[in-house]
Structure formats: C-alpha cells, structure tokens
C-alpha cells in the first residue's frame, strides 16, 4: 500500500536539493550571550465577533480577568450544546495584514513614520520556532520577501487539520476544556463595576457559549538581534481595572489549564514540555502573567498558579538533566532568522519559499517554489496589501 508512505506534506518533496539549510545540532552553538530582545510595544490591535468579524483597533473582546469560583468550576458544563466552533479554515496573515497596513496608513496621515519590519508573522510561528531546540514537532512555514520584508505563515499538516476537522469525541472535550477555562476565568467588564456576587456578569460567564470565533488580538513591535519583528497574538485577558494607555502588554495575561501533578514524573514533564511552550507564547508578545488552571481528570479546576513569565527560565533550571535553556531558544530563532534573510532573497509576493524542519534530519530546509503558485501552499500576500 503506497498511500500510506506519502508524507504528511505531499505537495513538497524535500528529496529535491534544498536552496540551503540551516542546522539544529551541536546546539551547544547557541549556548553564547543572548541575543538582544526588546521590550516589545503594542502598535495596534483588533477583535473578532461571533461571527468571525474583525474590527481594526478595537478591544471590544478583551475580557479582564476575575478569579473564577472554584467551588463551582466543571469545564464540561455546556459541552457540547453551548460550544461554537470557528469553521477551520486558513485565515493566512490576512487580519494582521490589515492591521499593519492600518497602523501604517494612520501614522502617515499625522507625518510620522511608520512600521517596516524584517519579519512579519502570527506569535504562534515564533513560538514553534524558539521551541524547535527542545521540541519534537515538525512545522512548515511559506515565506515570502516583499519590500524588504520577510512574510511567515504556517503551512498546516495534514495530520493536524485532519485533527482540527475529525478530532476524537474526548480530543473535543479536552480542548473545550482550555476555552471554557477562559470563560469562568474572565469577565466583559472591569471588576471594580461588579456589584456583587449576584452581578450579571458573573451570570453571564457561566451561562454564555464558548464561541472560539471571539478574540482579541494585539500587534506588537519587537527586534530580535538585529531584527524588527511585527508580531499578531491572541491575547487572554487583562490584570487591571483598563487597559493603559501606554504599556498595555504590561497588564495582558495569558490562561493555561493544566492536569494537576500528582508525581514527580508529571512535574518533570511539566518543566520540561508545557513550560517550555508557555513561556515562549508569553515572552514573545510581552505577556507578563501567566494563570493556570490545574484540573482534574473529569474537568474540575482544583486549583490556580499565577506565574511570572519571566520567572520561568529561572524555574526550571537546573530541575533536570537537559532541561531547555531560554538562551539556545532566542539564540536558535535570531540565527535563524538572520539565515533566512540570506536565503529568502527574491524580493517578489508572486514567490513563496517552503521552510521546513523536521525529522530525520533536524535541520531548517529551504525550497523556493514555482513563481505564481496558487492554492494552501502558495502565494499568501494580498492583492490589496500590494502597492
Ligand atoms: P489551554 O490554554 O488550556 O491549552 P491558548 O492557551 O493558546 O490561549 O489556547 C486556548 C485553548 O484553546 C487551549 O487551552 C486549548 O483548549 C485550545 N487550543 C489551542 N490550541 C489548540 C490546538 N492546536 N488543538 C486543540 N485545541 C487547542
Ligand atoms: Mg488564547
Ligand atoms: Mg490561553
């Protein structure tokens, strides 16, 4: 049976010779001072509705975070008749396209400058890129140079839309968990105008549906090395009673469950996987708290942990043998990027460049792929976003 031994990205063949490719290993090479990472700064942000509508600079759907009630916490109230589930299908770079190109035209209109990064790309990619050092995920990225710009999106196996499309009964469950951690977690207005125990707004999170279309997002500006990054998050929810005015990352946090750790086994595996991805999510975008929601095997929150992210690389050092190293990530992703800029040199949205890691080889391989190419793989930069 041939079927069975395509890869999970078929449409490339990576047995044709890379343009170039940039290796993991020794990785000890990145065990050097680390690379530079500003502080990063908010440059504009929006929301999506229920229906998946997006709304430039708004924050319509940031929720503030409210100590949810744990005496009465069970994730799987409202599975699966009160769940709302966006329609999977790829949204590319489209909505921070927008943004930036909002953010842009904004900043002309009052004669100041606006924003032209090296590298503009969702926080997810570079959260996958930071953590290739310790992880066993592989990933696919399209890449495109226009203006001087490096393009990222993240071309999805089909192993994980399948999982996105025909996930188990159980697979459902346990991500609903996540959003339904959200909801109980967060409320849709300032805490200090709660009336009371009996206030609406606590009514609502309990009641409403958990509808995976709403978010919010923020975009920030950061420079990696020497690298302007312009970066679009999800953010979870805010620590504050308003979000500043300057600074606003500086009060976002981001929800976590996690199931409680009962033995030292579960507490390395802990340290070792989940802290390594969640700090890498926060740390990028700025994020400074992280809350987690430890549950049970049924969905019960038992209890929650407010972390620091910047603690976390003090944390689980020196837990454990081989444990991840905060440096070789942010040293790992700027030799990357900086190789990428050597190698993504086309300066064209017609051409999309296939980067991929994965096993056996544990290198970063390049392809550039015929000009024009349409399709999931294919060009992603928008006519409208062409000048
Ligand atoms: P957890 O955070 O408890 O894992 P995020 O934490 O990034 O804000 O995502 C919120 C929730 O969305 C997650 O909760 C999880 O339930 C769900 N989720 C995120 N990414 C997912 C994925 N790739 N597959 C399935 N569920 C996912
Ligand atoms: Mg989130
Ligand atoms: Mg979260």
Redesign the pocket.
């Known amino acids: 049976d041939t079927a069975s031994c395509t890869s999970t990205h078929p449409a490339n063949s990576f047995s044709d010779r890379p343009l170039a490719t940039f290796p993991l290993y020794p990785l000890d090479r990145f065990q050097t001072r680390c690379a530079q990472y500003q502080q990063p700064t908010e440059i504009g942000y929006f929301s999506y509705n229920e229906k998946r509508e997006m709304t430039l600079q708004s924050d319509a759907e940031l929720k503030w975070y409210y100590e949810p009630d744990l005496k009465d916490c069970d994730l799987s109230d409202g599975f699966p008749d009160r769940y709302i589930t966006r329609d999977p299908v790829p949204e590319r770079l489209d909505a921070l396209l927008k943004c930036l190109q909002n953010v842009n035209a904004l900043a002309e209109e009052s004669g100041k400058t606006g924003v032209t990064p090296n590298f503009c790309t969702w926080r997810g990619i570079m959260t996958k890129i930071l953590c290739t050092p310790y992880s066993r995920d592989e990933w696919e990225l399209g890449v495109t140079r226009y203006k001087d710009t490096i393009y990222m999106e993240e071309h999805e196996s089909d192993e994980k839309r399948q999982h996105a499309f025909g996930a188990s009964d159980r697979d459902k469950l346990m991500?609903y968990?996540?959003?339904k951690?959200?909801s109980l977690s967060t409320i849709d207005k300032p805490p200090s105008t709660l009336t009371g125990p009996d206030d609406e707004a606590l009514q609502r999170r309990k009641e409403e549906c958990v509808n995976t279309n709403v978010q919010y997002c923020s975009v920030v500006r950061t420079r990696l090395g020497n690298n302007i990054l312009v970066m679009g998050a999800?953010v979870?929810c805010l620590v504050a009673d308003a979000k500043p005015t300057s600074n606003p990352q500086s009060a976002y946090a981001e929800?976590?469950?996690n199931r409680i750790i009962s033995n030292e086994r579960q507490q390395k595996s802990f340290e070792r996987h989940k802290l390594l991805k969640i700090w890498a999510q926060s740390f990028l975008p700025g994020i400074p708290r992280i809350i987690i929601g430890y549950r049970t095997d049924s969905g019960h929150i038992q209890h929650i942990q407010h972390l620091k992210t910047m603690d976390i690389p003090r944390m689980v050092r020196g837990t454990q043998p081989n444990i991840w190293d905060a440096t070789v990530c942010i040293n790992f992703a700027n030799g990357l990027l900086e190789f990428l800029k050597g190698v993504v040199v086309e300066d064209d949205p017609d051409v999309v460049y296939t980067v991929r890691f994965g096993k056996p080889f544990g290198e970063v391989r390049v392809l550039r792929r015929e000009k024009g190419k349409v399709g999931l793989e294919g060009v992603f930069v928008p006519d409208w976003y062409r000048t």
């Open positions: 991500s968990w996540g959003y951690f959200e999800e979870d929800l976590k469950t």
